[in-house]
């Protein structure tokens, strides 16, 4: 079964981040909770870097901190696509 998971206002969700929160019902649940606008930050901060070990730091970043209870990438100036 495949779950339905929001995605941003113009980004969809990458199948590397949609890997994550298919596994980890925590970091699933506090997604959900963001609003169109918050999700669509997070998903371009993961995916606006050039470097694979870059993507997979701020997935693993963007994990903890959604558990954190944070709603927005920190320190970064914004998705310039909205």
Same mark, same amino acid.
């Given at each position: 079964m495949v779950k339905k998971i929001s995605k941003g206002v113009v980004h969809d969700v990458p199948a590397d981040w949609r890997k994550v929160l298919t596994a980890d019902?925590? /970091?699933?649940? !506090?997604?959900?909770?963001?609003?169109?606008?918050?999700?669509?930050?997070?998903?371009?901060?993961?995916?606006? /870097?050039?470097? !694979?070990e870059t993507r997979a730091h701020h997935i693993k970043r963007a994990q903890e901190d959604l558990k954190k209870g944070k709603r927005r990438p920190c320190c970064w100036g914004g998705c310039p696509h909205r």
């Open positions: 019902g925590k /970091v699933l649940s !506090a997604w959900e909770s963001l609003t169109p606008l918050a999700r669509n930050e997070w998903i371009c901060w993961i995916t606006s /870097v050039k470097r !694979a």
